[in-house]
Every structure is written in C-alpha cells, then in structure tokens.
C-alpha cells in the first residue's frame, strides 16, 4: 500500500512481478547454497498450470488495485477459504462438515458487506476491481492444492517454490516488457530512492512470507495454509487503517468481524477434529494392545507354573 501510494506510481501489476522476482532469487540462494539440494522430483509438465495460476493470482490482485482500495483488495482475498475447499475435495479427495461449509459461508458475506462499504465511501469506486480480484481468488484457491499434490509425491518446499515461481517470472517478464510495466517502473525506482528501497524490501519479505506458507501448506495442507493466510489478513487490515488513515465506515468493522469470525470458528472446529481423531487413534491402540498383554500375561502364568512343578519335584527327590 507505501508503494501504490508513491506519487506517479501507476504499475500495480508490478508489485506481483516484484514478489516473484523475490521469491525466484532467494529460494535459489536457498536451494543452492544452504540446503545443497539437486534435481527435482516432479516432472516439468507438473508446471505449467501451476504457474499460470500462480501468475493470474499475482498480477490480477495487484492490477485490482487500480479499482479498489486496499482494505478491499485484502478481504476480498480472504473469500478464497471456500473456493480453496471445493479444489481440495476434487484434487486431493478432503471432506468437510457443514459447520465448516457454513464457516466459509460467513467469510463470504462478511466480504459483501466489506464491499458495501466501498460502494458507499468511493463514487468512483469501479467493479472491475472486484472482477479482476474475484479471478485471482480462483486462480490462488488452485494453487496451494497443486502445490499439496506436488508435496505428496514427494517434492520439497524448496524445489515447488522455486520451479514454480521461475517459470511465473518468465512468463510475467515477458508479459510486462511487452505492456511497458517493467520498463516504466525501472525508470521511477532510478529518479525515486524511496520506491527503490520499498521495492528492495518487499522483494526480500515476500520471500519470508511465502516460505513460511509453503511450509504450513507442506505439512498441514492446502486448507490450513489458506486459514492461517487469511487469518492474519486482520492484522494487514489494522494496520492500514492505523498506518494509511482513510475514511471509515462501520460497515467495514461488521464486515470484518464476520470474516474473522468465521475464521475462528472454522479453527476451533479444526481443533475439535484434530482432538477426536487423537482420540480414536490412541482407543485403536489401547484395542489392538489389550489381546497382546492378555496373551503375555497367559504365558507368564504358564511359565510360572511350570517352574513351581520342577521345584516340587526336586523337593520330593
């Protein structure tokens, strides 16, 4: 939001292409030089839709930016828990329960009343923010139930972040040459040392960011990954509230105090789920262990047995 703020600063898309650039050099430095892996397991022909999608998210959400403020932009992302879920059952067989579904549900409608509010602050608020928006929620609710098929055979953090974001640079740098962006920004951040640094900035914590959701959607899934995301767009939306002041309605506050409460909720269910499936995980156990200590304690007696036989007869010899 600094950066869209910089008088002049008219390339939105750019800031997608700033996070993969980002995300491309310091998962190499990573991959290379730290961790020493080699290869890949996934084949290239895993790629090419992940990084279409990966690319239609990026730069659709940041072009939206041009239409729609970015308190809007961020809560309008938050609405890709539910579409996220309906991928994970067709791609990776999950199930959810309703209250899960009814969760996602109030997400969702604390997203339109989040978008209501836009409608009555900005006159010139334009819909072709929440069209641009609304097609990289899709595209981003794919994407990390991709990357959790690509887990599953067997890829690592490293090598999914980096193929995946190399292949989207490609494509985006070819696309921006071609629109002007990348020419036109290089120019700005050359007579803007403020922009330059942003830009220097942003780069590096976009890697730390996605690293870390790479991390969470490795080991605890798609769904996950995108909660936690979500989740923590509460804090971006505080933030820039506190950080950017701009006019304020309380139609954001209801709006978002049905996001965030449909993110608890879903939580807290998760938790429950978790708990009971320990539950009857350890009960399995406890079944399955039971006939075997019966058995051993049978053997034992046996054995005792015998062995008070054997003194008995000794005694009486």
């Known amino acids: 939001e600094a950066i869209i703020k910089i008088p002049g600063f008219k390339y939105g898309v750019m800031l997608g292409y700033m996070e993969v650039l980002g995300v491309t050099i310091w998962s190499y430095l990573e991959r290379t030089y730290i961790s020493g892996e080699k290869g890949r397991v996934a084949p290239l022909s895993a790629y090419p839709l992940l990084t279409l999608c990966l690319m239609g998210s990026s730069a659709l959400s940041t072009m939206s930016l041009n239409y729609i403020n970015f308190p809007t932009k ?50 010139s608020f334009n819909p072709i923010g929440l069209v641009l928006v609304s097609l990289s929620v899709i595209a981003d609710s794919i994407t990390p139930n991709m990357q959790e098929n690509l887990f599953q055979q067997g ?34 951040a050359m007579v803007d040392r403020q922009l330059m640094i942003y830009m220097i900035i942003y780069t590096t914590i976009a890697y730390v960011a996605i690293s870390a959701f790479m991390g969470i959607v490795k080991r605890f899934g798609a769904v996950i990954g995108v909660l936690l995301s979500t989740a923590r767009k509460g804090m971006t939306l505080i933030l820039s509230f506190l950080l950017f002041p701009k006019a304020f309605s309380w139609w954001y506050l209801v709006g978002a105090l049905l996001v965030l409460g449909g993110l608890l909720a879903s939580s807290m269910i998760k938790q429950k789920k978790k ?27 046996i054995e005792m047995q015998e062995i008070d036989e054997t003194l008995e007869k000794i005694v009486q010899k």
């Open 275 to 301: 708990a009971n499936a320990c539950k009857q995980s350890a009960k399995k156990i406890n079944t399955e262990t039971q006939p075997l200590v019966k058995d051993e304690i049978s053997v034992a007696d």
């Open 155 to 188: 890829c690592t953090r490293l090598e999914v972040t980096l193929y995946s974001n190399f292949f989207t640079l490609v494509a985006m740098t070819f696309t921006t040459i071609i629109s002007g962006d990348l020419v036109g920004i290089l120019k700005h």
């Open 74 to 123: 961020v809560v309008f992302r938050s609405c890709k828990l539910l579409p996220t879920m309906f991928v994970a059952t067709i791609i990776n067989k999950r199930t959810f329960s309703k209250m899960e579904y009814l969760c996602a549900f109030a997400v969702c409608a604390g997203l339109v009343v989040f978008t209501a509010a836009d409608w009555r602050l900005m006159p």
